[in-house]
T-cell receptor, first 112, second 114 residues
Framework: EDQVTQSPEALRLQEGESSSLNCSYT??????LFWYRQDPGKGPEFLFT???AGEEKEKERLKATLTKKESFLHITAPKPEDSATYLC?????????????FGKGTKLSVIP | DAGVIQSPRHEVTEMGQEVTLRCKPI?????LFWYRQTMMRGLELLIY????????DSGMPEDRFSAKMPNASFSTLKIQPSEPRDSAVYFC????????????FGAGTRLSVL
């Protein structure tokens, strides 16, 4: 069974204080690892997809990296508008298997 | 495009009543997913469709839950009879086969069963 564990559950940062969120996963074969952002009262919003170990992707202050067992979401010099819950999900390889298995998320609060 | 549209945004009902949640996927998307989100269990896949056909309903918790997709632009998730433990936020998501890995979510329906 595919499993995704995110840590920490919650993280409070001062504006400008860089940090990283962790996503550990077990999957029979990885087709892709996904990062989503979720704001209160809204649906998850797609950020990144990573497909193979060593891959990195960046978007503004966010950078996602992938190893064979985990992914990190690095946040550089965060701003209050980066406050949200960040969700990690995996998609297993295999014919017709397009479902995502999500972690429970990390709630990030950036204090001005 | 308006994105994935869900209705209603909020639903409050009493135990035993029938509840119907609605979803309009993004035009051209032929995969549709229904999820449930709770604090305890996070985001869980309930069922998904490809070209209006249910592919995997193994996440549907009980026979009280059913989902249909009568055409490419509309899907429903029905709970009958509803129970307090069904209280959660229900999300619909859609994706295309070309970018099937990227799912686009609606704003969700917050269901409260009293």
């Amino acid at each position: 069974e595919d499993q995704v564990t995110q840590s920490p559950e919650a993280l409070r940062l001062q504006e400008g204080e860089s940090s990283s969120l962790n996503c550990s996963y077990t999957v029979s074969g990885l087709r892709g690892l996904f990062w989503y952002r979720q704001d209160p009262g809204k649906g998850p919003e797609f950020l990144f997809t990573l497909y193979s170990a060593g891959e990195e992707k960046e978007k503004e202050r966010l950078k996602a990296t992938l190893t064979k067992k985990e992914s990190f979401l690095h946040i550089t010099a965060p701003k209050p508008e980066d406050s949200a819950t960040y969700l990690c999900a995996v998609q297993a390889s295999g014919a017709g298997s397009y479902q995502l298995t999500f972690g429970k998320g990390t709630k990030l609060s950036v204090i001005p | 495009d308006a994105g994935v549209i869900q209705s209603p945004r909020h639903e409050v009902t009493e135990m035993g009543q029938e509840v119907t949640l609605r979803c309009k996927p993004i035009s051209g998307h032929d995969y549709l997913f229904w999820y449930r989100q709770t604090m305890m269990r996070g985001l869980e896949l309930l069922i998904y469709f490809n070209n209006n056909v249910p592919i995997d309903d193994s996440g549907m918790p009980e026979d009280r839950f059913s989902a249909k997709m009568p055409n490419a632009s509309f899907s429903t998730l029905k709970i009958q009879p509803s129970e307090p433990r069904d209280s959660a936020v229900y999300f619909c998501a859609s994706s295309t086969p070309r970018t099937v890995r990227i799912q686009y979510f609606g704003a969700g329906t917050r269901l409260s069963v009293l």
